[in-house]
């Protein structure tokens, strides 16, 4: 074997190795992250259908209640709550929905716009699609789920990378696209899993890839990360668009709690009623309201009280599609102060935004829901075939990753790599750094250890 062949041949072993401890540690992850983004990919349907009782409850023909009187209802049915936020109804038929709370624990109400009878209320935090966003981003674990999860993310990217040059065809002369484009069916089993493991990940790679960077906004560590490198540069955003973790989300409801307690009007006690600040010439809620609803902004629509004395009441459009959202100042005489679109943020806000849109399923509707899934079956088939072809090759007593050959020669190469991906997802890096010094730790001092990972070459095939 010729020189450059040997030099090539350690290099894809090596490749081939991290690909395997990458793809064994990300495997369990992959496939909990397809499954509970799969389910969270249909959140409009799944709610449509879980709130559809809720929908055209009103009667024709019948008076509607004002909106300060529908919050007295929803405040009254979760004792020591106040108004968080009031949710527009889409159709006028609707029960109106608020959000109200105590501290940072909040409850969903469902109020009758007519009689105002309360038909269902439940804490936020326990509504099914809220557990599965939960679920998918942090394990139901907070910060250090969230830390896990971005670092299964990162190595899931350094793991599609490793596969992308492990897949480049190589010496194949006249075979064709077979094993390539598609997988061989004329091969055996063997073939064919392996075909299927390397066609499957080509096809899904840019959007398996495209998925976890616009997901990483929303992670912890990589969201703080995001946070300083703006507030370094100046391009910092006031209110960002997306959850910052559920921790830093339940800082932001205690603060939103504080904020409109303190604008409690010691006067907006009538009829038994806790209110929100009310303007001397009437209510202002009403007044809002009634604006906000005149705006047409795409659903759901959240109507958030001041916080502050000299505050302004705030409109801000939830759509799915965030590319559409908007927000709205307006005083308590119901006059519109400001407001503040898609268009106008920064780029970065942008590129999260439609990154946040795309990853949701959102941007296209049903179309992006579809492509998203694809990806996501890919993903699933990626991980099952991956655990096909290390149980049917795993040798006895070995864990089966691929031996070394013999050590590499030092590359500038791949350490600007590895320091460039260090620098882009600094859980990454960190990771990096301890498996490989765990690794220089096991081929000095624990052969024995480092035969079973396959860190130490074997020297019958040099």
Known sequence: MSTGAIHHERWFRA???????AGLFCLPFIL??????????FKPQIEGWLYAP?????????PMLAPEKIVAAGTAAVPGSVLHKYVLPEAPEDAVQLLVGSGAEETRVWVHPQTARVLKAVPEEDRFIRVVFRLHGELLAGQWGSALVEIAACWTIVMILTGLFLWWPRGRGGKGLGGILWPRLQGGRRVFWRDLHAVVGLWVSIGAIFLIVSGLPWAKNWGDYLKQVRVATGTAAVRQDWSAGSEADAAERAALDRGVRAMLDEHAEHHGMTMPHVAPKGPALDRVVAKAAALGLAAPAEVSPPTRAGGRWLVQSQAEDRTRRVSVEIGDDGAVIGSQGYGDRHWIDRAVGFGVAVHEGAWLGLLNQLVNLLVLIGLVLLAVSSAVLWWRRRPQGVLGAPQAKHPLRHSWALVATAVLLGLLMPLFGITLAIAAAFELVARRAMPGLARWLGLRPNVSNL
């Open 32 to 41: 909990w992250l397809s499954v509970t983004g799969g389910i969270y990919l």
């Open 54 to 62: 809720f929908t055209h409850v009103a009667q024709p023909g019948m």
């Open 15 to 21: 490749v081939w190795r991290w690909h395997f401890y």
